[in-house]
Each structure stands twice: as C-alpha cells, then as structure tokens.
C-alpha cells in the first residue's frame, strides 16, 4: 500500500489590485540616489583640489628646472666661453659679445657713482642757470628770421579775418579814415607799461612791441635813453609828438635801418630796411625816445 506525501502550500497573500505593496521602495531609492550624487561631488572636488596643486607643483618644479638650467648655463658660459664662442653661430657670438659689454659698462657705471652723482648735480646746476644776455648779432639775426612772418608790404590787420591773432598779416589795408582802428591787430607785451595810455598797444607802437618781445623776451628788461648815437639794434625808437615806432635793424657809420609798420598813419603797411642818417635822427631827437632791452 503506497502513501501519498503532500507537501503544505506557502499563502499567497493577494493585494487589493493584484500587484504587491512596494511603496517603500520609492524612498529608499530616493535616498541611494542622494548618496550617489553626493560622493560623485565630493571625489570631482578632490580632483580639482588635487589638480591645482599637482599643477602649481608642476609649474614650480618647471621654474626651479628653467632656474638651475639657466645657473648652469650661466656657470658653464663663464668657465667655458670659448668653447661656446667657437660652437656659436655668428649671430650668437655677437650677442654674446653685446651682452658682455653690456655687462662691462654696467660694471663702469657702478664702479664710479660719487663722478655719475657730481655729473648730474652739474648739468642741473648748468640748467637753472640763468641764460646769458642776448648779443646785437643775435638780434639781428632773430629779427632777420621774421621777415617771412612778416613780409614786406604786407598789412598787419585782421581785414576779413575772423580768428586772428598778434601774427596775423593780410594782403588788405587798413583805411583808418573809414574804420579807424577797427581792423588793426593788437599787442600788450614787455614794454607796455611804458605806454598806459595805449592799451592794448596797435598800429604802429604794437608792431614794434612784438617785433622786441619776439627778440630778447616779454620778460627781458626795459630801460629808456635819449642819446640817439647809442642806438643798438633790437632797439625800439619812439617818436612821441608824431607817435610813430620803429624797431632799429642795423647800425653802422651812416646811420641806421629800421623796420616799421603804418609808416604813412593810414594803412598798417609793413615796411623793411628804411634808411635814416644821423642827420635825420637829430633832426627828431627833439620828441625822441630810446628803448632798449639790453642789460648792461
């Protein structure tokens, strides 16, 4: 007789819908999830921090590598020139010769720095030093140079100029009888305290002004005599009854050129190299005054 073992059935536990509770897997994968992507940013930190550092010892390195080469080099340059020379390409061999004077005169330079001192301390006392009084060939020579400046038979006006200055010149006159003075350039300079009535000073007087501030400075000293036969060139000549100036331009035996400007009153007409005599001197010394910038 045989028998039959049956083994026990497990339970089936059956949900409501047919699938298992797993609800709580949800925030356990959650939170592997969160652990994941926190040890993935702390080990990307690790390598930042660790790259940065391998790669500031890697430059150093680099640099204390470059150094002691260049030592060396340096080492080897100075005990061994002329080996270096005779294996150098030409180009080379020059440099190395620049670089080795170079390095003598720096030497030089080091070697003497109370002379390199005393030199500076020289040429600045050299520039503060006042400059020298101007000689009559270097006034004739500044007044022969502003000839094309001013040339000859031009007008010293501003006649259909609207930006104009002390240097301006036109090919127009000035018709004093119409406009009197209303196109006439004007000057204030080194000698106008001389002349306070007439300020700014214009026409013939303002021409001669600039013409000796343009010689030996505004800031040059100004002084006045009557002897005529003292006359230097640079020197202003004042007529004060007529009220006419000239700038003297030469000197000699028979008397002097001048250079002036509205000579005939009317049209501010530039003029050079007229002649006057002793003679003709004398004749006005009674209503002449000198004017010099000369120191002595």
Same mark, same amino acid.
């Given at each position: 007789?045989?028998?039959?073992?049956?083994?026990?059935?497990?339970?089936?536990?059956?949900?409501?819908?047919?699938?298992?509770?797993?609800?709580?897997?949800?925030?356990?994968?959650?939170?592997?999830?969160?652990?994941?992507?926190?040890?993935?940013?702390?080990?990307?930190?690790?390598?930042?921090?660790?790259?940065?550092?391998? !790669?500031?010892?890697? &430059?150093? %390195?680099?640099?204390?590598? /470059?150094?002691?080469?260049? @030592? +060396?080099?340096? #080492? $080897? =340059?100075?005990?061994?020139?002329?080996?270096?020379?005779?294996?150098?390409?030409?180009?080379?061999? !020059?440099?190395?010769? &620049?670089? %080795?004077?170079?390095?003598? /005169?720096?030497?030089?330079? @080091? +070697?003497?720095? #109370? $002379? =390199?001192?005393?030199?500076?301390?020289?040429?600045?006392?050299?520039?503060?030093?006042?400059?020298?009084?101007?000689?009559? &060939?270097? %006034?004739?020579?500044?007044?022969?140079?502003?000839?094309?400046?001013?040339?000859?038979?031009?007008?010293?006006?501003?006649?259909?100029?609207?930006?104009?200055?002390?240097?301006?010149?036109?090919?127009?006159?000035?018709?004093?009888?119409?406009?009197?003075?209303?196109?006439?350039?004007?000057?204030?300079?080194?000698?106008?305290?001389?002349?306070?009535?007439?300020?700014?000073?214009?026409?013939?007087?303002?021409?001669?002004?600039?013409?000796?501030?343009?010689?030996?400075?505004?800031?040059?000293?100004?002084?006045?005599?009557?002897?005529?036969?003292?006359?230097?060139?640079?020197?202003?000549?004042?007529?004060?009854?007529?009220?006419?100036?000239?700038?003297?331009?030469?000197?000699?035996?028979?008397?002097?050129?001048?250079?002036?400007?509205?000579?005939?009153?009317?049209?501010?007409?530039?003029?050079?190299?007229?002649?006057?005599?002793?003679?003709?001197?004398?004749?006005?010394?009674?209503?002449?005054?000198?004017?010099?910038?000369?120191?002595?």
């Amino acid at each position: 007789m045989m028998f039959r073992l049956r083994r026990p059935k497990r339970p089936v536990v059956h949900s409501r819908h047919g699938w298992p509770n797993r609800s709580w897997h949800i925030p356990a994968l959650m939170g592997a999830v969160c652990l994941l992507l926190a040890a993935s940013l702390a080990l990307g930190v690790m390598e930042l921090g660790t790259g940065g550092s391998a !790669a500031s010892i890697q &430059e150093a %390195a680099s640099v204390e590598s /470059a150094q002691g080469e260049e @030592e +060396s080099g340096t #080492e $080897e =340059s100075e005990t061994q020139p002329s080996a270096l020379q005779a294996e150098a390409t030409p180009a080379a061999q !020059a440099a190395l010769r &620049e670089e %080795a004077a170079l390095s003598e /005169a720096s030497s030089a330079v @080091e +070697s003497v720095p #109370e $002379e =390199s001192s005393q030199g500076a301390v020289d040429f600045a006392v050299s520039y503060c030093e006042e400059p020298q009084p101007i000689t009559e &060939e270097e %006034a004739a020579a500044t007044l022969e140079s502003l000839r094309d400046t001013f040339p000859e038979g031009a007008y010293w006006n501003h006649v259909g100029v609207e930006d104009w200055d002390e240097f301006t010149v036109t090919d127009s006159p000035c018709q004093h009888d119409l406009y009197w003075d209303a196109y006439c350039n004007t000057y204030t300079g080194g000698i106008q305290e001389l002349f306070p009535q007439f300020e700014p000073m214009e026409q013939c007087l303002g021409f001669a002004a600039l013409l000796s501030d343009l010689v030996f400075g505004e800031d040059a000293p100004v002084s006045t005599f009557t002897d005529y036969t003292q006359l230097r060139v640079g020197d202003n000549i004042r007529l004060e009854l007529t009220e006419h100036s000239m700038v003297v331009l030469t000197v000699d035996g028979e008397g002097i050129t001048v250079v002036e400007c509205n000579s005939d009153y009317e049209h501010c007409r530039i003029s050079w190299d007229r002649f006057l005599s002793w003679d003709d001197l004398a004749a006005t010394s009674y209503e002449m005054e000198c004017i010099t910038r000369y120191e002595e």
